[in-house]
Nanobody
Framework: QVHLVESGGGSVESGGSLTLSCTISGPTYTRASREFYMGWFRQPPGTEREGVAQREAIAVIERDATTIYDDSVKGRFFISRDEDMVILKMNSLKPEDTAMYYC??????????????????WGQGTQVTVSV
């Protein structure tokens, strides 16, 4: 079992920055193995009932530290990994970035975009709101 806990969400004006953090823990997680692909997803407001199907992977860091970004955030968002934490630095935020942001982990890989396969492990989510 792997536990993911996000923090760092909040409200910011357009053009501002926020940093999200995701802490990884659990009895089946070992830091040395770096066995998990990690990703940040976001889900637009009003789609909560549709569950994971409406979550879009916007940034992924692979086991070898390769980073992959969705076109919508490329050049503005940056994902990194430090020990037991995965960080998403978000710059030049826009109102359309408003969403619930989720950290996710999977041993098999995480494709960017929306749709299956979905990661096996999820955090509880943290809200990001960007005002005009």
């Amino acid at each position: 079992q792997v536990h993911l806990v996000e923090s760092g969400g909040g409200s910011v004006e357009s053009g501002g920055s926020l940093t999200l953090s995701c802490t990884i823990s659990g009895p089946t997680y070992t830091r040395a193995s770096r066995e998990f692909y990690m990703g940040w997803f976001r889900q637009p407001p009003g789609t909560e009932r549709e569950g994971v199907a409406q979550r879009e992977a916007i940034a992924v860091i692979e086991r070898d530290a390769t980073t992959i970004y969705d076109d919508s955030v490329k050049g503005r968002f940056f994902i990194s990994r430090d020990e037991d934490m995965v960080i998403l630095k978000m710059n030049s935020l826009k109102p359309e970035d408003t969403a619930m942001y989720y950290c996710a982990a999977d041993r098999r890989g995480i494709p960017t975009g929306r749709g299956p396969p979905f990661p096996a492990h999820w955090g509880q989510g943290t809200q990001v709101t960007v005002s005009v």
